[in-house]
């Protein structure tokens, strides 16, 4: 590796899509246990106040905005991280979602999941590695989703995109097994981080309510639990118990049920 890299610091942790939401906590929450972090976000969406409040914890921060889904930006940015610092922990947050008619969603929603859910996910992980091998431990967490464990009919690629993060990070988990590198994926359920999920959370009554979980919740038992190498991460009581009874349903019958929900859901936005 090129030796131009911060010599000081005991290794650097990179949050993507880190400006906001999860993202943002955990960027505060490595910041609070002493933890540098280099911080990903798209342009005008406030990481450089992020950035600050993570040193005002009294570690290093630096941040670069770009878009991930752009993958000439992305492979830049990985190689000047990797020129520059010493990475000891990875993030992939960033992530996008949504309900939609597969027939009536644009070419550009579609692609733009596909981009940064899997793709984005993917090459990080992948032009980061070499930096990570070069510890006596580093760790990955790639951030999926309870919803990676039902195909949903009206939101489709989501599910799907999820699932790919979800065998992706089990796959190489066990490919670096016998490396410095613990790769763990955190199955997440809903969380109010922007004020339409909050409204969509509302919308699905008691259900929404038993399952949601804070961001600084997560963001704090997904980190306890990479550091202690757990390979698959469910973040709150109610979604480990949603994640148990979900391995007794035949998926015929959750897919069918979550598509019905999310039809519903769809009618009463006048989409249907």
């Not at 992706?168 to 016998?178: A, I, V």
């Not at 999310?262 to 006048?270: A, D, K, T, W, Y």
Request: net charge positive; hydrophobic share 40%; proline share 4%.
């Amino acid at each position: 590796m090129d030796m131009e890299r911060n010599p000081g610091s005991a290794g650097y942790a990179i949050v993507t899509g880190a400006s906001s939401g999860l993202g943002k906590r955990f960027a505060l929450e490595l910041a609070s246990r002493g933890i540098d972090t280099i911080l990903i976000s798209l342009p005008g969406e406030g990481i450089m106040d992020v950035c600050a409040s993570c040193r005002a914890k009294g570690t290093d921060s630096v941040f670069y905005e770009i878009d991930l889904t752009d993958m000439k930006q992305l492979k830049d940015t990985a190689a000047d991280i990797n020129r520059r610092y010493r990475v000891r922990i990875l993030i992939n947050n960033a992530g996008i979602g949504g309900s939609n008619i597969f027939e009536k969603a644009s070419a550009g929603y579609v692609d733009a999941i596909i981009r940064l859910n899997v793709g984005a996910t993917t090459m990080m992980t992948h032009e980061i590695l070499p930096n990570l091998l070069d510890n006596s431990r580093a760790f990955i967490l790639n951030i999926s989703s309870l919803a990676s464990l039902t195909p949903t009919g009206f939101k489709t690629v989501y599910p799907a995109s999820k699932c790919f993060v979800r065998y992706f990070s089990t796959g190489l988990r066990y490919e670096l097994k016998d490396t410095p590198v613990s790769v763990s994926v955190a199955l997440l359920g809903p969380m109010p981080t922007r004020p339409e999920i909050s409204e969509r959370i509302k919308s699905q009554g008691l259900t929404g309510r038993f399952l949601t979980i804070t961001p600084e919740s997560a963001a704090k038992e997904c980190l306890d639990k990479m550091f202690k190498g757990k390979g698959t991460i469910v973040a709150g009581w109610t979604n480990k118990v949603s994640h148990f009874l979900l391995k007794f349903i035949p998926e015929d019958l959750r897919a069918s049920v979550m598509t019905r929900r999310m039809r519903n859901e769809l009618r009463c936005q006048g989409l249907v």
